[in-house]
């Protein structure tokens, strides 16, 4: 068996971190939002080409900026989530230099970009917007569909496999 792996999942405040890690372990979703004050710890098991794999997943407080986040939090990460509100530019308008902080401070760890609350590309936001730098390899995610939660959580445990 695998050693457990650590996820940690970044972001600004209410773009859906906490929705997110709930509907991946417990297959549900609330419209009550939730602020996460610290940290909060879950765990699930996922299967990766035919291996259990054990994610301990952290839920830190929301941030503008990822160097604003508690270094314990970050320590020891075999890979982060960083996640953005496709409805809210604020929280993707530096998403290029969050994404070069992490690879300039955590060089080996791999990261997937969750485009969260892709549900509402219905409702006037175009998808199309999002194509090209930074987003080429963004996931877009609803925590209230499910769509592409297990999916990108998958990804990710794949590249901390793999070293990527």
């Known amino acids: 068996m695998q050693q457990p ?3 940690v999942i970044l972001g600004h405040f209410g773009v859906g971190k906490t929705s997110l890690i ?3 372990v417990e297959a549900s979703f609330s419209e009550d939002y939730l602020v996460t004050v610290g940290v909060h710890v879950k765990k699930k098991e996922v299967i990766v080409n035919d291996e259990s794999i054990t994610l301990v997943v952290w839920d830190i407080e929301g941030n503008r900026e990822i160097s604003m986040s508690r270094p314990a939090y970050l320590m020891g990460t075999s890979g982060f989530i960083y996640v953005f509100d496709v409805s809210r530019p604020e929280t993707y308008d530096n998403l290029e230099e969050q994404m070069n902080y992490l690879k300039e401070h ?3 760890t791999p ?4 485009g969260n609350k892709c ?3 219905d409702t006037g936001i175009s998808k ?3 194509d090209g730098p930074p987003f080429e390899t963004c996931l877009f995610t609803s925590a209230k569909t499910g769509e592409n939660v297990e999916e990108g959580f ?3 445990t794949l590249k901390t496999i793999k070293g990527i």
């Open 5 to 7: 792996r650590k996820i």
């Open 22 to 24: 709930r509907q991946f």
């Open 106 to 108: 955590f060089p080996k």
């Open 111 to 114: 990261v997937v970009i969750f």
């Open 119 to 121: 549900d509402k590309f």
């Open 128 to 130: 199309s917007f999002f």
């Open 154 to 156: 998958k990804q990710l």
